[in-house]
């Protein structure tokens, strides 16, 4: 089997436009054939294989930031950073280059032992969080070099995304990645904020007790401007929502 071409992601551009005031938003998940992203109550899979893994490992060097919901922190405990050598990319970009991580976390629960402020995580995250979070479990959070931010809420109840933007684009985060879970991917896909879409399909099947990627349909957009690609055993495509 030759070895895969990653000239797709390494050429394209994940920059906004000239003059936005938000970050390009990219959406991205892998996911078995029967749509699922985790196990039964949310336990973590390996649904990538080395070859689009390192095609998301690309992705993540690429943008200024990743992002994640509260429920991937408790499952999975990522580090979210680039595991790549100089070697795997272009002179231009650095492996050493990592997103800073954003979280979702409306109930400011972030557990104090996550990897993500340990001392050797490059860079501690920026919990985005509720107006009525506790301000004790706030000051503990920061004390271990993490950046707690409030935010408005949505007409729903839910973290405003139109406003965590524009406080990223603030912070000079010019685009995002946003990983998961099924709630956030849900959420992204109806906000109509997505700019770029990947998806990584894997050879697998994980049962009807999996979590699905999306757990409303309604109101999510088509897509346009859609590739394929093999990478190793899975296949991943590149497309953008339909914008009317």
């Known amino acids: 089997m030759p070895a895969p071409d990653y000239q797709f992601l390494l050429q394209r551009s994940f920059a906004p436009v000239a003059g936005a005031a938000s970050p390009h ?30 095609a998301t490992h690309i992705l993540r060097v690429k943008h200024d930031a990743i992002m994640v919901g509260i429920g991937t922190v408790l499952n999975d405990d990522p580090r979210l950073t680039v595991r790549l050598t100089s070697d795997d990319l272009p002179s231009e970009l650095d492996p050493n280059d990592h997103p800073q991580p954003v979280i979702l976390d409306s109930k400011l629960r972030f557990p104090s032992t996550a990897k993500l402020t340990l001392p050797a995580s490059p ?21 271990l070099g993490a950046k707690v ?8 109840g839910n973290l405003s995304l139109k406003h965590l933007l524009a406080k990223l684009h603030e912070f000079s985060i010019r685009s ?28 697998v099947y994980v049962g009807k007790d999996g979590i699905g990627a999306v757990n409303d349909a309604v109101g999510t957009p088509k897509f346009v401007d859609i590739s394929y690609h093999t990478l190793g055993r899975d296949v991943m495509m590149v497309a953008k929502p339909h914008r009317v």
Not at 149 to 156: M, Q, T
Not at 180 to 189: D, E, N, P, R
């Open 25 to 54: 938003v990219t959406l991205t998940f892998a996911q078995s054939l029967d749509g699922k992203i985790a196990g039964a109550h949310g336990k973590q899979l390996i649904l990538s294989g080395a070859e689009s893994m390192k």
């Open 123 to 143: 860079k501690k995250p920026w919990i985005f969080t509720g107006p009525d979070h506790d301000p004790i479990r706030k000051q503990e959070l920061e004390a």
């Open 149 to 156: 931010l409030p935010l408005e809420l949505d007409s729903n």
């Open 176 to 203: 995002l990645m946003v990983e998961g879970g099924a709630s956030v991917i849900t959420s992204f896909l109806k906000s109509g904020l997505v700019d770029s879409f990947v998806l990584t399909v894997a050879p």
